[in-house]
């Protein structure tokens, strides 16, 4: 199993830019999490999906974040107007059954706003 | 809220050293789960533990429970080099996740 593959790895953009980070699940995983890690705030939970439905969004910060989960295999969390203060490590990891279960994460996508 | 918080911040030690990691939490769980971090890496799962257990083992890892202190602790024997990471627990509760903070263990050849 090639486990949770997250894209892109890094990603650089300049502030008021959209970005999308990308996110596949591993194989028959029914749960997705997207997280955020700083230094300052440690590891926010941002979103959960639970066969493709959004149950707690409550971590998002605010409307500019927005995350989609169109199928069983793919999932965006997207920024847009994205600012400085969104710069971090994104992490996106899955889970087989309701979602309180064992989590496998992604490598994450280190964040860049200018 | 039922962060868990783990101490101590920063743990340095000899190879071959036991390290030990503990982690506090504020309301009821259903089970609690530590993780690694090595650098510039996702989490990788260690181990869970239930609430209705009170010790549990894997490998060089050894963790233990005490529900009416709500705290564990996480005991890696024998260290190695390829041990430093970051250490986090995680509780769950019936619809959650949280995440502590984490240790960060450097193990010195």
């Known amino acids: 199993d090639a486990g949770v593959i997250q894209s892109p790895r890094h990603e650089v953009t300049e502030m008021g830019q959209e970005v999308t980070l990308r996110c596949k699940p591993i194989s028959g995983h029914n749960s997705l999490f997207w997280y955020r890690q700083t230094m300052m705030r440690g590891l926010e939970l941002l979103i959960y999906?639970?066969?493709?439905?959004?149950?707690?969004d409550s971590g998002m910060p605010e409307d500019r974040f927005s995350a989609k989960m169109p199928n069983a295999s793919f999932s965006t969390l997207k920024i847009q107007p994205s600012e400085p203060r969104d710069s971090a490590v994104y992490f996106c990891a899955s889970s087989l059954g309701q979602g309180w279960n064992i989590q496998y994460f992604g490598a994450g996508t280190r964040l860049s706003v200018l | 809220s039922q962060q868990g918080e783990e101490d101590p911040q920063a743990l340095s030690i000899q190879e071959g050293e036991n390290a030990t990691m503990n982690c506090s939490y504020k309301t009821s769980i259903n089970n609690l789960q530590w993780y690694r971090q090595n650098s510039g890496r996702g989490l990788v799962h260690l181990i869970l533990i239930r609430s209705n257990e009170r010790e549990k083992h894997s490998g060089r890892l050894r963790v233990t429970l005490d529900t009416s202190k709500k705290s564990s602790s996480l005991l890696i024997t024998a260290s190695r080099a390829a041990d430093t990471a970051s250490y986090f627990c995680a509780t769950t509760g019936a619809n959650n996740l949280f995440f502590g903070t984490g240790t960060r263990l450097t193990v010195i050849p």
């Open positions: 999906f639970n066969n493709n439905v959004p149950i707690d």
